[in-house]
């Protein structure tokens, strides 16, 4: 236990307007300070900081307490966890807790297991000479040793089992190494090995500082050879909840009053090099909500600096929908073509990456260029249909006044009036985010989801897989039919994106769509669901897809076989008996090409056999 006197001077030391504010953006209210309130979700700040009396209470949900007691609500700390994280900040030191105490903590190993893959790495990078070579890449891409060590970045050696052999020699085994995400056991007979290999790593800390992952970097590019690889979700990682270089970057972005927000961990590291430090990266093609709440603590704007190519555009108007749903406004950074943040610093230094941040535009804004150069404001009918792809963004604004500016922008730009505009917003409302469910543990979050109804499981993953990496179109294309595809509105979209190999350069915006379909588009791109190995995805997916047109088609014969007689009746049962003999070959034709059936068809498959 901590004694009460250490808490007692913790908490007098402790300014709780200067801790809160690291956490949520307070504003002055007279002696007092109010925000939005972290705990549930308001558009009117009933959220209230009183430092005088050293509390904060929330008018809305109820929540109070103390500086303490909104570090344990906020972050999921215990009590003794949030005194500590509070005293290190205030200069207060506390003595060390029992071996008993660490004990107690769940993850206690996993956390081990990984600071030891840290300092192996960072130590391979630095004192080997196959590191040397690593740390030569990392100098010509403008990367100094001070900051290698600031981030401690790393070099994974170029071998199948470097780490977990010296893991083994400090007494971690493979279980922990395991679930940790740092090995991975073979696909077929044979000893487990190093995720990470011949690959600059970099650490991924969590909000205590705590390194809980890790994205590695190719060194040698291949077609077979991912370009990053990073760990994937464990007990104590789960990408969607972080931000790359939060922990270093959150109070320059407070300073700064604004973000800058990059696609990966090199372009991060290449601005820090380069004296730019307000600066956040995503951890997969584009941010979460919750990881868009997450930067709305600091920040109410933020500049995306996302690619120009197809992919990245897409990513681009996917992060900016969600900054919109939690009151961050987004601005759109146009690198040259071919350029990324990367490249440009390294060729100007920070000054060259200035016209292009002073040159951001607003996201609305760079939705009508795109739409002005495919001629979409030429006539009524292209008119309504732009009208259509600029008004979810609206929906999606917290902002009342911002998404005012956006109405009037939209009706200067269409000659539309403003009441016809605000009338048809109102008819169709906002849709609320489904916000993953937390769960609070003892060492951080865990998101659950409800499941998706089964019968459209297979085509809903379908079309997300093809819309988070176009890669996959030619593949789907050439073993799904449009025609098996049930629902009418999920089969528009998905023979648009077949026919164009995808979403093109306009993103969202370059594809020909009703407005049903349109709406099913925006639901998936705001589906913030993990699909998990995309091959895997991709086996399942076409087998259940083909299977479950099959029993749809059986379903639909034995509805008529019941209401049909005389002839009719042998006609319909005969097509019957084909589909009934399509299914059970089917299982086999699967395998044969390399597919197979989820536990659901494969019952059911058992049964009609």
Known sequence: MIPEALIDEVRIRADIVEIVGQHIQLQRAGKEFRALCPFHQEKTPSFYVVPAKGFYKCFGCGAAGDVFSFLMEHLGLSFVDAVRQLAAEVGVEIPERSAEREEDDPNRLLYEAIAFAADFYHHQLLETEPG????????????????????????????????????????????????????????????????????????????????????????????????YLNSPETPIYHKGLHLYGLSWAKGAIRREKTALVVEGYMDYVALAAHGIENVVAGLGTAMTLEQAELLSRYTTQALLLYDSDPAGLRATFRTADALLGVGVHPLIVTLPRGEDPDSVVRAGGAKALEPHLDAAIDVIDRKIQILETRDFFTGSERVREAIDRLLPTLRVTLDPMLRDIYLRRIAERTGVRLETLEAELAAKPAPTPQRAERRREHQGWRRRREPMPEVTSAQRKLLLLILRDEKWVPAVAEHIDPKIITDPVDRELYEELIRRGGMDDGGPLGLELSPEARARLEELLADQVELGDPDRVFNDTVGDLRAQALFQRKDELMARLEASEGAEQITIFRELLEVTESLRKLGSELRGLGFKLSKRYRRYLTMDS
Not at 142 to 160: C, H, M, N, S
Not at 166 to 182: F, K, M, R, S, T
Not at 198 to 224: K, M, Q, S, Y
């Open 132 to 227: 040397h070579a690593a740390l030569r890449y990392l100098e010509g891409r403008g990367i100094g040793r001070e900051v290698v060590e600031r981030f401690q970045l790393g070099y994974a050696p170029d071998t199948w089992r470097a780490l977990r052999e010296a893991a083994h020699q400090h007494g971690i085994d493979d279980e922990v190494l395991l679930a940790a995400g740092l090995i991975k056991e073979p696909d077929r007979a044979g000893e487990p090995y190093d995720r990470q290999r011949n690959r600059v790593t970099f650490p991924i800390t969590d909000h205590r500082g705590r390194v809980i992952a890790f994205g590695g970097r190719a060194l040698v590019e291949g077609e077979r050879i991912p370009k």
